[in-house]
């Protein structure tokens, strides 16, 4: 496949623009019986669910970022979309080979698998968090529990974030949320 010609991103004003985007982006690479679709995701951007033969977005996700970097939004459809290709043509899933490939034919090299961003769920649909996974020194925090983990102290001192090994490896912590 050679570098496609995907539609024009217009203006953007309202879900129902991005789900026109995505659905001709779906037309224009050739996968058929492919459909896009809303999903109620809050910790996740995008989906590709090749059982049901189906791209989608949060509908949370697209609402908050509509009117702050549409250029996210248009990423994660062509993420998505690489995703769908891959595995209809290559039978591969997940974030290397194939998928790289089409990352770079769709027009975004050096994607990621994934990208930090704000919390886009609304407030009425966040869940209070009990526990957090965070840095010793910083007080980063990488990830949040509704209840306590059960991990040893044995096993969180060989945990580390991927990317930031040197970092974080015996440097993190499980800390109760105050007020949980």
């Known amino acids: 496949m050679e570098r496609v010609e995907l539609p024009l991103v217009d203006a953007w004003t309202c879900p129902e623009d991005v789900a026109a985007y995505a659905s001709a982006c779906i ?8 459909h896009f679709a ?6 996740r951007l995008g989906c590709c669910d090749w059982l049901k033969r189906r791209i989608s977005l949060s509908r949370y996700f697209v609402e908050y970022y509509l009117s702050r970097d549409t250029e996210m939004i248009r990423r994660t459809v062509l993420h998505e979309l690489a ?8 039978r591969q899933t997940g974030h290397r080979g194939w998928w790289v490939h089409y990352c770079e034919q769709l ?4 994607e990621k698998s994934s990208c930090k961003c704000d919390d886009f769920a609304p ?12 840095h010793c020194d910083t ?18 001192a060989r945990t580390y974030i991927r990317g930031r090994k040197d970092e974080t490896l015996g440097k993190l912590v499980i800390r109760k949320v105050d007020g949980a």
Do not use: N, Q
């Open 27 to 34: 037309a224009v690479v050739g996968l058929e019986r492919w």
């Open 38 to 43: 809303w999903d109620r995701a809050l910790r």
């Open 83 to 90: 995703h769908a290709l891959a595995m209809t043509r290559h």
């Open 107 to 110: 027009g975004i090299p050096g």
């Open 123 to 134: 407030a009425s649909k966040r869940r209070a968090s009990g526990y957090v996974l965070c």
């Open 139 to 156: 007080g980063e925090v990488f990830r949040r529990y509704r209840s306590k983990p059960r991990r040893s102290d044995e096993a969180l």
